[in-house]
Nanobody
Framework: QVQLVESGGGLVQAGGSLGLSCAASGRTFSSYVMGWFRQAPGKQRQFLAAISWSAGSTYYADSVKGRFTISRDNAKNTVYLQMNSLKPEDTAVYYC????????????????WGQGTQVTVSS
């Protein structure tokens, strides 16, 4: 069982930056693939980025590639999402998620989810 808690959301102007953190409970954090997703009102949850167990591999959605960076610190049981050059269309609730076996981009491939943190980008 893994419990995830996101933090770092808030209001930022377009073009600005914001860093999100996701703290995980449990002693097996390093064995999980970690991902970030977001969901805007009236839209489906969207994959953003994933990082492998050892942080040796990362995978990004085209919409955020070059602007967002996922990283993890297994010693701190934390995964991060650094977001740069933010746009109003990045406004959404951002979720971190953990997957036991699959390094993927589908919501059903992830086993545990955080409660989400709101990111609002003003124009």
């Amino acid at each position: 069982q893994v419990q995830l808690v996101e933090s770092g959301g808030g209001l930022v102007q377009a073009g600005g930056s914001l860093g999100l953190s996701c703290a995980a409970s449990g002693r097996t954090f390093s064995s999980y693939v970690m991902g970030w997703f977001r969901q805007a009102p009236g839209k489906q949850r969207q994959f953003l980025a994933a990082i492998s167990w050892s942080a040796g591999s990362t995978y990004y959605a085209d919409s955020v590639k070059g602007r967002f960076t996922i990283s993890r610190d297994n010693a701190k049981n934390t995964v991060y999402l650094q977001m740069n050059s933010l746009k109003p269309e990045d406004t959404a609730v951002y979720y971190c998620a953990a997957a036991r076996t699959i390094f993927g981009a589908k919501t059903y491939e992830y086993d545990y989810w955080g409660q989400g943190t709101q990111v609002t980008v003003s124009s």
